[in-house]
């Protein structure tokens, strides 16, 4: 020893500290290192299929793991649903009362759950210890206080039910958490699949869960691959899917649930930017990067992997990252002071690989630091990337490692303008000393959260979640929780009749120019000027494509079967043209919250001064008495959406540190709207209404029987100083327009109130662009009772939560 | 320039090049004050927090290399006593342990006789250089005089500066003067350059370390425009506090100087030492500091040429910690001697 010591005196090295695994070892031999399900509050006997589950720094195998067949699916989907009526019996308080003993027993497990997780995942100690099982506490912790709270902060609303849920291998026990608590919190049963290759955690949590006594059936744990997670996604007793993966699977289990009514949330890829302007704290901003890029190897969905660096400090700040990247310490996950430990799989770490190659064939330059790797596990080099164009493929694609791929820019505009050039939106990370800078680069990324001088930070009362491809839904905080609620009247309601085709509008009676909008049975005197409705795109009138029109027959009484007028027969150009237009109306979201009340009260105002023309329409469709009411119902909610305008705010979220989080809610920008038959006039009005309101621009397609209402209607926002291009209405076969809208890859979110045919129609076309969806999944709506048809459920679909996290301080 | 480094094969001192990112540095020398450098300060005080508190949670060190570190500690050590009360008698007992900081039998047992380990420095105020000096005579161990009416600072700058030609008169090799804090709240980055070179030149040939005040400059980014003032009028170190201000060393104080000195080194290619003093009072804060210096500025910056700590007790518990790795027993602080 003794000499020794004078050399350690004289190198000052680390030297190893190891994290002592030999509690997580024995817990692993008292399972005699094989696993079964969680199912039903009981572990299951392994059967015939199972993998095995290794630690990816040394290669060791841990334990064999059984891999769930269609049949344990079943078993589990079956115990939940067995459980879901005795749980939702329960009172918040008592359901409550389960959350926080699961929170106390993970703060009592907590260095055994971090050891097993750094063996299972190859992520190094100091993460799982102080990061990801303190998050784990802290959101059963917060969720207790959710389901304490429930009846009082969600009135009217009601949990989903059974929920499937298919958790990432990156943050095992984390995502477990975020995904279990809000569930649990909101009255709903779990059937859940951690990823195959860190299934141990999951199964460690389960055993708590049995030891704290929460009701059997409440929670299941099934192993397996993707083929178990298809089996969840598909069961047809789930009501809810939850997943946190990539973007390409998260496509699959939207076309996958798009016939179904599941309600559906996705945390999907990102490549989200980390913007450092000239003006900021340069070595602060390096121990970003090492938060964002270097934590957990870079196999983080929010990880700061596009640096974007203004141009003049560009080589200074390299500088000061390479120098960096030569203290970062790579080697044995479980000693106390390494920074990256193992990545999680050799197919992860070849793909990775694969990807830097690519990037330096593509002309980047790569620096790597120095350092001695292990001689074995998949240890991989933090790596920079320097001189990558946009358009290369290491600045496109995830490449979920430590890869950082720098670019520069020269004006903020620049930086904005790269920032969101991409397919994803899920975090942004934004570095300027000065407040005017950073905020206004906050508000203008494209990402569901926002880091001001800071990045990767995580909190369960802020929510977390994506724009764009990055998915939809929050997980965290309130916004969270709507995640696993539904409104409770929505849940009674019988499923609407399918919308019965018009038949084929296109062929013969069918002129360049419509007809007078008449029927045969109108005298000679009472012949009108021929009136001309059109589409109405970018706040004018215009014929549609096609050069066709429709006819348009009446529905009730008299009028029943009778001619009523033409409308334009929209196409998808008419549909081109009006995303274009919806687009280039953009600055609608900017103006303020004031200004887009005044308009929506002045609709109001214009719509009460036609009430007789409208009346007069719209009783071809719905009689004389309902026309009137529906003509005042219309104006009512109108008035209510004015009233919403500049009401229906962000909040401001405390985290546990000195800082605040800002969730404000934002537009989602263009949204496509298919209305329904019933009440035309309201019901079409109470879908664009929340949108615009909210800062929306909106394609709407109207009903198809009774278009020509659009007429009227178009008049009325030219003349409340609507600005062109906000509201545009193209009618047409809708469900072909619906497709059209559901495709297009510029538009943000589609909204269908018809029938469950369309509505799968369009989750199903949703795909491309993983745009948000909106639907009744075709259920019956009132439009006349304003607690179905008016208020804060369309509010929250026409808005996001970005959350901008400040921490402040001198 | 070189610093004092233990040549493991004759144990007698050699030198080894001060490095920083593999480039040679020079000792530091005056430079004229450049105001941009100053200016383009930016420190995001919550950023440094949390780096900050992430190091100790990231570095870890165990067993013999503990104890190796431990000792280096030792070295670096500006063993300290500045109290209202302080006597011959006293400063004498703390240059004995100055010169024996370990029992022999620790020293034994961890096998470093060869290093002859000792502190970095005894810092005393004026009234006691001569004491310290005859006390320490024969040992190598320099006497750091706390100077230029401190803590404050504020008696004339006359008196201040003979005070500091008194204490090298008197036989200090190292002088720790104080910055008159209001001008760095006023921004006198002129006054603030010339009272530092002032005091270095009145050093000599005496080190000098500049004690910022950091608990009353109050936010990080004054903490780093007077260490940028402070090196560019030729301070040897930066110091963070006298250890009277309410607030003394802390680790973003700590990131934000050792910044500053970085980016210093790299622009000017010169080397400025640093001392955190005050607060620091255990073993595994030392360690959390040594982890800094190392990761933030590499080898270079764990010699005693370039790294003091400023600390009275810390000692004491490093002792204990030393016992323990012998004995395998936890220490009690009554079987270590007092200075």
């Known amino acids: ?810 | 320039m070189a610093v004092k480094h233990d040549d493991p094969a004759t144990s007698t001192v050699a030198t080894v090049p001060v490095t920083l990112y593999g480039r040679e540095l020079g000792p530091n020398r005056r430079i004229p004050l450049n105001l941009d450098w100053v200016e383009e300060v930016r420190v995001n005080t919550s950023a440094v927090e949390r780096r900050a508190a992430t190091i100790p949670g990231r570095r870890s060190v165990k067993k013999a290399w503990q104890a190796a570190w431990l000792l280096r500690a030792i070295a670096c050590m500006d063993l300290t006593t500045l109290s209202g009360d302080d006597s011959a008698d006293r400063v004498r007992r703390l240059c004995a342990k100055a010169r024996r900081p370990l029992q022999d039998h620790l020293v034994k047992a961890l096998g470093i006789e060869e290093l002859g380990l000792k502190v970095g420095a005894v810092c005393v105020y004026h009234a006691f250089v001569e004491t310290a000096v005859n006390a320490l005579k024969g040992s190598g161990i320099p006497v750091a005089a706390v100077s230029t009416g401190f803590p404050a600072g504020l008696s004339p700058l006359e008196t201040r500066v003979a005070e500091i030609r008194r204490s090298v008169e008197a036989g200090a090799s190292e002088i720790d003067i104080v910055i008159t804090r209001a001008h760095v709240f006023n921004g006198e980055w002129n006054a603030l350059y010339d009272e530092v070179a002032a005091f270095k030149e009145a050093c000599g040939p005496a080190h000098m370390k500049s004690i910022l005040g950091t608990g009353d400059l109050s936010t990080l980014r004054n903490v780093a425009r007077a260490s940028w003032v402070a090196m560019m009028a030729g301070t040897d170190f930066i110091k963070t506090s006298t250890g009277k201000e309410a607030v003394n060393a802390t680790l973003p104080v700590s990131l934000v100087m050792i910044r500053a000195l970085r980016e210093y080194g790299e622009r000017t290619g010169m080397a400025v030492g640093f001392k955190p003093a005050g607060g620091i009072k255990t073993a595994k804060q030392a360690l959390d500091w040594m982890a800094t210096m190392k990761d933030e500025l590499g080898r270079s910056w764990l010699e005693p040429t370039l790294f003091r700590y400023g600390a009275s007790s810390m000692l004491g518990d490093i002792e204990r910690q030393l016992e323990h790795f012998v004995t395998g027993r936890y220490s009690a602080s009554y079987r270590h001697p007092i200075a």
């Open chain 1, 1 to 810: 020893m003794s000499s020794s010591i004078v050399e350690k005196f004289r190198s000052m090295e680390y030297g190893p500290a190891p994290e002592d695994a030999s509690d997580v070892y024995s817990w692993l031999d008292g399972h005699k290192r094989t696993f079964g399900h969680y199912i039903g509050g009981n572990f299951t006997t392994p059967g015939q299929h199972s993998f095995t589950t290794a630690n990816p720094a040394t290669g060791e195998a841990l334990a064999t793991i059984a891999t769930a067949t269609t049949a344990d699916v079943d078993a589990a989907v079956n115990a939940a649903r067995a459980a879901l009526p005795g749980w939702q019996g329960l009172t918040g308080h008592q359901r409550a009362r389960y959350l926080y003993a699961l929170a106390r027993q993970v703060q009592k497990h907590a260095r055994r759950l971090a050891v097993l997780e750094t063996l299972d995942n190859g992520k190094c100690i100091r993460e799982s210890r102080d990061i990801d099982i303190p998050l784990v506490a802290r959101h059963f912790y917060h969720h207790a206080g959710w389901a304490q709270l429930l009846d009082e902060e969600f009135p009217g609303y009601a949990p989903v039910g059974v929920v499937g849920q298919i958790i990432p291998w990156n943050f095992p026990l984390l995502m477990f958490a975020w995904k279990v608590a809000p569930a649990l919190a909101a009255g709903c049963t779990v059937v859940i699949k951690p990823a195959e290759y860190t299934p141990l955690t999951a199964l460690a949590f389960a055993e708590i869960a049995y030891e704290i006594g929460l009701p059997k059936g409440v929670l299941n744990v099934v192993n397996g691959d993707g083929r178990t997670g298809a089996a969840i996604v598909e069961h047809p007793n789930v009501d809810k899917i939850a997943f946190t993966g990539s973007t390409e699977v998260g496509r699959i289990i939207r076309e996958a649930t798009a016939k179904t009514s599941k309600k559906l949330s996705l945390e999907l890829g990102g490549k989200s930017p980390f913007i450092i302007f000239d003006d900021a704290d340069l070595d602060s901003a390096v121990e970003g990067l090492v938060d964002g890029i270097w934590f957990n190897q870079g196999q983080v969905c929010c990880a700061g992997s596009r640096l974007l660096v203004q141009e003049r400090i560009a080589e200074r700040l390299y500088e000061k990252i390479r120098a960096r990247m030569e203290t970062l310490r790579i080697g044995s996950p479980l000693d106390k002071a390494i920074d990256i430990g193992a990545i999680v799989d050799q197919v992860q770490y070849d793909r990775i690989q694969s990807l830097v190659d690519k990037g330096i064939a593509e002309g980047a330059s790569c620096h790597q630091p120095d350092t001695d790797l292990p001689a074995k596990g998949l240890f991989f080099k933090p790596t920079l990337l320097t001189g990558v164009t946009p358009s290369a493929t290491v600045a496109q694609q995830e490449i979920f490692g430590p890869v950082l791929v720098a670019m520069t820019f020269r004006t903020p505009a620049e930086a904005i303008e790269l920032a969101n050039n991409t397919t994803y939106g899920l975090a942004a990370s934004i570095w300027s000393e000065n407040i005017n800078v950073a905020l206004d680069a906050a508000a203008q990324v494209k990402a569901g959260v926002v880091w001001v001088n800071s990045a990767n930070l995580f909190d369960a009362a802020c929510g977390f979640g994506g724009y764009r491809e990055s998915g939809y839904g929050r997980e965290g905080g309130k916004e969270g929780m709507y995640e696993y609620l539904e409104p409770k009247w929505l849940q009674n309601k019988r499923y609407a009749a399918a919308v019965v085709a018009l038949p084929d509008p296109s062929p013969n009676a069918n002129t360049q120019e419509p007809d007078a909008e008449t029927d045969g049975s109108t005298s000679p005197e009472d012949f009108a000027i021929d009136r001309t409705v059109k589409q109405y795109i970018g706040g004018k009138q215009v014929r549609p494509d096609s050069g066709y029109t429709y006819t348009v027959y009446g529905a009730f009484g008299d009028h029943a079967g009778s001619r009523i007028g033409q409308a334009p027969l929209g196409n998808r150009k008419d549909i081109r043209n009006a995303v274009e237009a919806a687009h280039a109306a953009g600055k609608w979201a900017k103006t303020t919250a004031h200004g887009r009340a005044q308009v929506l009260y002045f609709i109001a105002e214009n719509l009460v001064q036609r009430r007789a023309e409208f009346i007069a329409k719209l009783t071809a469709f719905v009689g004389p008495e309902h026309a009137a009411i529906e003509l005042d119902y219309s104006v009512e909610r109108t008035f209510a959406y004015a009233a919403w305008a500049d009401k229906f705010e962000g909040t401001i979220h405390n985290p546990p540190a000195r800082m605040v989080t800002l969730a404000m809610k934002e537009p989602v920008g263009t949204v496509g709207i298919l209305a329904p038959d019933e009440a035309p006039l309201l019901s079409l009005l109470s879908l664009v209404l929340p949108a615009i309101a909210m800062g929306n621009t909106v394609v709407a397609v109207p009903s198809e029987r009774a278009a020509i209402l659009m007429g009227e209607l178009y008049q009325v926002f030219d003349t409340s100083d609507l600005p062109g291009g906000v509201v545009n209405l193209v009618a047409g076969n809708a469900s072909e327009l619906g497709k059209t809208l559901a495709e297009h890859d510029d538009v943000d979110a589609i909204w269908s109130f018809r029938d469950e045919a369309t509505a799968s129609m369009v989750k199903s076309a949703s795909i491309g662009n993983l745009k948000q969806v909106f639907t009744n999944d075709g259920r019956d709506i009132d439009w006349f009772d304003p607690e179905q048809a008016q208020g804060r459920w369309f509010l929250r679909h026409s808005t996001q939560v970005k959350n901008i996290w400040v921490p402040y301080g001198e």
